[in-house]
Every structure is written in structure tokens, then in C-alpha cells.
């Protein structure tokens, strides 16, 4: 097999010139801070959503710690939510002085494994976060259920459920908070973005101030013809308001959503039938309910050699990839910090040395899937 030239990366927005020229016509307009295009990007994640408000940020972490900000969790709460998540999820947790409270995932599908939540349920849980792991949407009418019935909040990590959908309802539809990025890596990208999606008029005025120093009105609203400069700071708050700039790459990539999400199950749909004989390699399961698959990720586990060996390969094939994630329970300061509370989670452990994202991105070619998978057949084939 001839090895490409050209390095194959793990990840690349697809921007054109409608990107573009949404992004140019904001410079020229003068006003590039938080104003009416972030505002139309809100009431656009609403329409997609059905959430009833919808606040864009900086990144999908800043929702996170609003989200538990706005609810006043605090020093001895407990915060369920899976292992395998990315880092930041346990970190506002720990930072809000709350305890992680760590649940078992299907190895299959890499989700939050319902039947494993109740067990973990104390008089300290305040909230469970499961997430829609790299686009397949966890088991939303379980997961509920177990909230109603022990009066607890659901905050979705949608990070990677942009077009994702559970039995017809789009993650964040469900009267939960959600919490969607917007990072260069993600189905829609702002560059650096997230938003999040309440269905709670009063939760939603809260994170609204918090979001921006406490102050009631943003920018565009004081500074703008007839705006009052004049402000009051309600409660104190932080710096994490979206600006204009980002929301207008953000609007236009939410114009070619379907277009781009089309194009990634086509291609994780090569990825399945041109990997789909290789003994040694585990391809990513998709649940039994009804549902669609936003692909914003494709994971294989490598079991037939060595996770490292494996990456060796593929970077000497000129191919990137991703790791999609450390499990958070074995982070050094988890470690430290709530060994008490980690638990048995084997199935996690099971995939946790074994997960490798592949290249997946809108751009990609046909031929490129082809490429990475005669690469993986090469590398089983001379590691066994």
C-alpha cells in the first residue's frame, strides 16, 4: 500500500464562502461584540431545539459552570455523570465544591448506561448529566423518568448532539438544560463557541446575568442608538458572553447543518462497511430505539494490538486521530481528590484503553475513508 503525501487530519471545519461572507459582513457592520446576531443565533438553536430560551457563550464549559452556578450547587452536592466525558464536565463540578458521582457506560455505544444511575442516587444528588456521547443520544425517556421520580435535575452534555435525535425530539427538547459547543472539532463551529438551551424563564435570567459580569443589559443594548450607558451589577458574575464575530460563522453554519450532517453519516456509513470484517477492531454500536445519529464522531477500539502501537501506525500512514476521552475518573486529582467515590466501572475500563477516533470531517473524500481503512486492515494484518 502507497502512503499518502499529504497528512489526512483528525478534524476541519468546513467553512466556505458562505461562512465568509457572513463573517466579513459583521466586520463591516461595525459592531462585532455580543449584539443582534447572537441573538439570532439563539432564537435559531430554539427553532432547532424546541427549548423554549436559549443563551449563547463562549464555550460549552461555561455552560456547564453556569448551569450549576444557576442552581446553587455547593460544597457536599453530588453530581451524577459518566466517566468517559471530557475533562472540563468534573472540573466545574469540583469547582463548584460538589462531588462527581461516577456511572457505568454501554460499551457499545460508549453512553451513560441507564440501569446503573438508580443505584448511585443519594439525598445529596442534585442533578444527572449524561451525555450524547460523539452524537448518538443517550436514553433520554429512562433518564427522565429516574429525575422525576427522585425530583432531580438533567442537564444534557450535547456537546456533540447538533442534529442529534431521540424518538423525534432534537437533544435539548426535552424540558432539560442542555449544553451544546461550538469548538472547531463540532458539527457547526463559531471557532470557539457554546449554547445553552432552559426551558425555565427564571433559570434563564440568571444565567443571562451571570453570564456577563451580572449586568442586566448586554452591550448593544447601552451602547446602541438611544442605549442608556448606565449600569447596576444584579449579582456578580463572569466574562462569557459570545460575540457577534463568532455568532455569525455560527449562523451560517446552522444554514448547512443538514448538508454537513448528511455528509458525515455517508461517510461513517463507509467507515462500517469498509471495516466491518476486521477481527481485532470493535466499530461503534448504535442503540435499539429510534433515533438519529448526528455522527460527530467515529470510534473504533483496537483490540487486536496495543492502543499506542496502533496510533504509531496510523501516524506513519499520515493519518490523524483523536482520544475521545481519558476517563475522568482516572485523572490524577480524581484520583486524588474522590477515590471514595469511583466505584466499579468496568465497562468503562474496558474501553477506556482501547478507544481511537478516526478521521471524520465534511470535507473528507470518499477515497480518503478507502484509505484509512486498507491503513487499519495493513496495521492489524503485520500486528497480529
Same mark, same amino acid.
Given at each position: 500500500?502507497? @502512503?499518502?503525501?499529504e497528512f489526512l487530519p483528525f478534524s476541519r471545519p468546513s467553512i466556505g464562502e458562505t461562512e465568509i461572507n457572513k463573517v466579513v459582513s459583521c466586520l463591516k457592520s461595525g459592531w462585532i461584540t455580543t449584539g443582534a446576531l447572537a441573538g439570532e443565533l439563539e432564537d435559531k438553536f430554539c427553532a %432547532? ?34 466517566? !468517559? ?9 469540583? !469547582?463548584?465544591?460538589? &462531588?462527581?458521582?461516577?456511572?457505568? &457506560? ?10 446503573? @444511575?438508580?443505584?448511585? &442516587? ?90 456577563f459580569h451580572g449586568i442586566e443589559r448586554d452591550a448593544w443594548k447601552r451602547y446602541g442608538r438611544g442605549g442608556n450607558p448606565t449600569y447596576d451589577i444584579a449579582a456578580p458574575g463572569y466574562k462569557y458572553n459570545l460575540p457577534d464575530l463568532l455568532a455569525a460563522l455560527g449562523l451560517a453554519q %446552522?444554514?448547512? !447543518? ?24 470493535? !466499530? ?12 460527530? %464522531? ?15 501506525? +496510523? ?7 483523536? %482520544? ?6 482516572? +485523572? ?13 466501572? +468496568? ?21 480518503? &475513508? ?15
Amino acid at each position: 500500500m502507497k @502512503i499518502r503525501n499529504e497528512f489526512l487530519p483528525f478534524s476541519r471545519p468546513s467553512i466556505g464562502e458562505t461562512e465568509i461572507n457572513k463573517v466579513v459582513s459583521c466586520l463591516k457592520s461595525g459592531w462585532i461584540t455580543t449584539g443582534a446576531l447572537a441573538g439570532e443565533l439563539e432564537d435559531k438553536f430554539c427553532a %432547532l431545539t424546541s427549548a423554549s430560551r436559549a443563551i449563547a457563550l463562549n464555550s460549552a464549559t461555561a455552560g456547564m459552570h453556569l448551569a450549576l452556578s444557576a442552581m446553587d450547587i455547593s460544597a457536599g452536592d453530588e453530581i451524577i455523570t459518566p466517566s !468517559l466525558t471530557f475533562a472540563s464536565t468534573v472540573n466545574m463540578i469540583a !469547582l463548584r465544591g460538589a &462531588i462527581p458521582v461516577f456511572v457505568d &457506560i454501554d460499551y457499545g455505544t460508549l453512553n451513560i448506561n441507564p440501569g446503573s @444511575i438508580e443505584e448511585k &442516587i443519594t439525598s445529596r444528588t442534585k442533578a444527572i448529566i449524561p451525555v450524547h456521547f460523539a452524537g448518538v443520544p443517550a436514553d433520554m425517556e429512562q433518564i427522565n423518568k429516574l429525575a422525576a421520580k427522585y425530583n432531580l435535575t438533567v442537564i444534557e452534555d450535547a456537546a456533540h448532539a447538533i442534529g442529534t435525535y431521540y424518538k423525534g425530539v432534537h437533544a435539548g427538547g426535552f424540558g432539560n438544560i442542555a449544553i451544546f459547543s461550538f469548538h472547531p472539532i463540532k458539527n457547526i463551529t463559531t471557532g470557539e463557541g457554546g449554547m445553552i438551551t432552559v426551558n425555565d424563564t427564571l433559570l434563564e435570567k440568571k444565567i443571562r446575568l451571570l453570564r456577563f459580569h451580572g449586568i442586566e443589559r448586554d452591550a448593544w443594548k447601552r451602547y446602541g442608538r438611544g442605549g442608556n450607558p448606565t449600569y447596576d451589577i444584579a449579582a456578580p458574575g463572569y466574562k462569557y458572553n459570545l460575540p457577534d464575530l463568532l455568532a455569525a460563522l455560527g449562523l451560517a453554519q %446552522l444554514e448547512r !447543518l443538514q448538508e454537513l450532517n448528511l455528509r458525515r453519516s455517508h461517510l461513517a456509513g463507509l467507515y462500517q462497511n469498509g471495516l466491518k470484517d476486521i477481527q481485532g477492531i470493535d !466499530l461503534p454500536e448504535v442503540p435499539v430505539y429510534d433515533h438519529t445519529h448526528s455522527w460527530h %464522531l467515529f470510534i473504533i477500539k483496537v483490540v487486536v494490538i496495543k492502543r499506542d502501537e496502533f496510533m504509531q501506525r +496510523l501516524a506513519e500512514y499520515n493519518i490523524g486521530y483523536g %482520544l475521545h476521552f481519558p476517563p475522568a475518573h482516572l +485523572l490524577k486529582y480524581v484520583q486524588e481528590k474522590y477515590a471514595g467515590n469511583i466505584g466499579n466501572l +468496568l465497562e468503562t475500563e474496558r474501553a477506556a484503553d482501547r478507544i481511537i477516533s478516526l478521521p471524520l470531517f465534511p470535507d473528507m473524500q470518499d477515497a480518503d &475513508i478507502e484509505y484509512v481503512c486498507d491503513a487499519i486492515k495493513e496495521i492489524v494484518r503485520h500486528g497480529r
